[in-house]
């Protein structure tokens, strides 16, 4: 009986940990407008030249305020913006985004 129980009790567990899993999927892909358009923000809020830091901590103010302001830009309607700019022009880079250095062509 105490060995039933147990491979009931781990395939509960198993069962929970794959729907886990799968719930921590985004519910939609992103498009490759909204992906361009978050790396630009991306780059706009300095997240990235922290990020290639290895001097700077997750945990400094220096980047929590980079964080914050990529979260507020993700809110801005200058996202918005440029996901309907990277839309128009067929996944290529607008004149006067930060695309540097990214092959935006299919």
Known sequence: MNRKLSLLIAAAALAASAAHAQDTRPAVE??????????V???????????NSDLVS???PEYRAAQK???????????????RSFE???GHAAEGT???????KP
């Open 30 to 39: 992103p498009t490759r407008a909204e992906v361009l358009a978050d790396l």
């Open 41 to 51: 923000v991306y780059r706009e809020s300095g997240l990235q030249q922290l990020d």
């Open 58 to 60: 997750n945990f400094t």
């Open 69 to 83: 302001r990529y979260q507020d830009l993700r809110r801005s309607p200058r996202y918005a913006e440029l996901v």
């Open 88 to 90: 128009t022009h067929d």
């Open 98 to 104: 930060r695309t540097a250095g990214v092959t935006t």
